[in-house]
């Protein structure tokens, strides 16, 4: 994999995320929420942006979390994207090529075995493969 990442620092205009963290001290999930529950619009990359991404940049709440489970939320044409955690410094901590099957809706990343774990800032980020494929949804709210 050889992918540009295109980090944004979106303050209005988020991809459409969720993340569920587990806290190894309490061993309960935690929901981690940038979103207000509707898309207002949908993204994909253009051929010539394969090997480009799209991140979140989220914060732990906690000095030492488990991701559990992160999801997109797929508005149409779900086909095969790679599914990519960063650290704070922008380095890859987990990639995963996965591909969805349905559209308007989200999609899960089951993380729970991965053992990935964070603290501070890290990003969750989508990697197109495919020419405008998937489309996700973003919030302007």
């Not at 709440?61 to 960063?86: L, N």
Request: net charge negative; aromatic share 16%.
């Amino acid at each position: 994999m050889s992918g540009k990442a295109l980090f944004l620092t979106i303050f209005l205009v988020i991809m459409n995320a969720t993340l569920f963290l587990g806290t190894p001290v309490s061993g309960q999930q935690e929901k981690i929420v940038y979103d207000d529950g509707s898309a207002e619009y949908q993204w994909c990359k253009i051929e010539a942006g394969i090997g480009d991404m799209y991140a979140v940049r989220f914060t732990s709440p906690h000095q030492h979390s488990k991701i559990v489970k992160f999801r997109y939320y797929i508005t149409g044409s779900p086909d095969s994207f790679w599914a990519v955690v960063f650290d704070s410094e922008r380095n890859y901590i987990f990639e995963k090529e996965v591909k969805p099957r349905s559209s308007n809706a989200w999609f899960n990343v089951d993380t729970a075995e991965e053992n990935i774990f964070v603290e501070g800032d890290f990003y969750i980020a989508i990697e197109y493969i495919v020419a405008k494929k998937p489309k996700i949804g973003y919030d302007t709210k």
